[in-house]
């Protein structure tokens, strides 16, 4: 019975102690994307595409502004993840009408080439460039280090 009592007060206790906090939103810095690199990865993507008889990804502006919302959070904390990726999904989605949204990230490779090379040697970001996509966008941005963090989003229309 005292154990009982103990673990109610401990339930009680925990419940009481856990507060709500309005959440804030934090304005993400904006950093410059580097356009070549950009341009050169998508080049890259759609090439290695062609070389499996897969059609080539169409540019979508709607994914390049995710794609660019993404980057700079990765860059404001100097990591890559796929945060908040399920509400980026829902908002291309629906936005666009896409039945299926993925996408890959990179961080410290020094240009497009070695970005892609990376991609390729990942079973899942290779799959990712393989799949039945129609559309996407890639971001690259360059921290105050010189870093380049990179966002590809597909869709597939």
Not at 114 to 130: I, N, V
């Amino acid at each position: 019975m005292k154990m009982q009592q103990a673990l109610m007060v401990l339930f009680v206790s925990l419940a009481l102690s856990c507060s709500k906090e309005p959440a804030e939103t934090v304005a993400i810095p904006v950093a410059e994307n580097v356009p070549s690199v950009e341009s050169e990865l998508l080049d890259l993507v759609n090439t290695y595409r062609a070389s499996l008889g897969s059609s080539p990804l169409s540019f979508s502006q709607v994914a390049y502004d995710y794609a660019n919302e993404h980057t700079d959070y990765m860059v404001s904390t100097g990591t890559i993840s796929h945060y908040n990726f399920s509400a980026r999904a829902s908002s291309i989605a629906k936005a666009v009408d896409a039945q299926a949204v993925a996408e890959n990230l990179a961080k410290d490779y020094p240009s497009a080439q070695k970005a892609l090379e990376g991609w390729l040697a990942s079973d899942s970001h290779r799959k990712t460039m393989e799949g039945e996509f129609s559309h996407t966008a890639i971001s690259v941005k360059r921290d105050s280090n010189g870093t380049l963090f990179f966002t590809q989003l597909f869709y597939l229309k």
